[in-house]
């Protein structure tokens, strides 16, 4: 996204990460590990919208996951190579999960979740990695 500066007349870019874009909206979160290596949240996924949470991960590193929804969502871990999506893991409509990534390829992982009922619904979840 970018911002006209009307002071100096130039573009400034604003990060998106982490901002919420309004009632309705799709949602992207950055992950900010905590210092014991954890991450949660509990937000409102609006209906027919997603939510995702990304993040770079090294090599090697362990993310044990886990989430609950006040209704079924589709959900999936995924990264990019290239222009193909490669996908750790995928659930379709299911209200809690929860599992192991082992990250193979240093790489921007995302965990997100698809609300594809006709009310908004409240998530919870929570990533450590070890």
Not at 54 to 63: I, Q, R, T, Y
Not at 101 to 124: F, G, H, I
């Amino acid at each position: 996204m970018l911002h006209m500066n009307s002071t100096f007349g130039c573009v400034v870019p604003i990060a998106l990460a982490g901002l919420s874009f309004g009632a309705g909206a799709n949602e992207l979160v950055s992950l900010e590990w905590a210092a014991d290596g954890s991450f949660a949240k509990e937000m409102t996924v609006a209906a027919g919208k997603f939510v995702e949470a990304c993040g770079k991960l090294p090599a090697g590193v362990e993310v044990v996951w886990g989430f609950d929804a006040a209704a079924p969502m589709d959900f999936n871990i995924h990264y990019h190579v290239g222009k193909k999506l490669r996908f750790p893991a995928t659930k379709k409509h299911v209200a809690t999960a929860n599992g192991i990534l082992n990250s193979k390829v240093e790489q921007d992982y995302c965990w997100m979740w698809t609300n594809k009922t006709p009310s908004e619904a409240v998530l919870r979840f929570s990533l450590g990695r070890r």
